[in-house]
């Protein structure tokens, strides 16, 4: 029991550092100190008197997600504000219910041009999961000038949404920005697969061969994060070699 306490702790305490986008090395103090680093790290980023409920109520959404989105669907009934509608879209997608996720987001969109470009990333995002690539497009196309979207993960969606409906060239202009170094492990390696699909040999294997020299500089938890990623940069040198 006390073991799957400590996990239940550390989840969270994860979870809360990317939410509020908290210093990275708090993983390591979480993680390798689970018991003291979990403690140190919820008296002082989380807790105080008037977040007692917020944590308890934020665990059990981790435990239960179906709980949370009733909980939501609840405030926007009792409010149907955009913010509600984008609340409740965002909690669809974390369960990869993406037609809901959808539903919600153009309802938020309807008559509000609050936020957006937020609301256009989260769009793209669920049109690609369920391969509906002629909408990732347009939806891109909303933000294509923006300075969030480039270099981002909605460019690469992008342009791996324009290689499924042919535009290959544009695809892969849109594929390349997302090629920066100690980044985008995961969609780097799709990108010199794109590229070796195209008998562009050198420049996939260039690609290949940056990832496989950063992979040797990795944190441990970013060696067990994209241990499968590196595993097959390896793989696929090996078989070019």
Known sequence: MHYYLILLLQGYCIYHMYKNRNPYYWVFLIMFLPGIGCAIYLITQVYNKRDAEKITTEITHIINPTKKINDLEKQLQFSESYQNRVNLADAYLEIKDYNNAILYYLEALEGNQQNDLYVFKKLIECYFNIEDFEKVVLYAEKIIDHSEFKKSRSQFLYGLALERIGKVDEAETNLKAID??????????????????????????????????????????????????????????????
């Not at 799709?190 to 008998?199: D, G, I, T």
């Open 180 to 241: 920066v170094r100690y980044s985008f492990y995961n969609e780097r390696l799709v990108y010199a697969k794109f590229l070796l699909s195209r008998n562009k040999t050198k420049a996939g294997k260039e690609v290949l061969e940056e990832i496989y020299a950063e992979s040797q500089h990795m944190t441990k938890p970013n060696k067990r994060l994209f241990k499968s990623t590196t595993l097959e940069v390896e793989k696929l040198l090996k078989e070019m070699n």
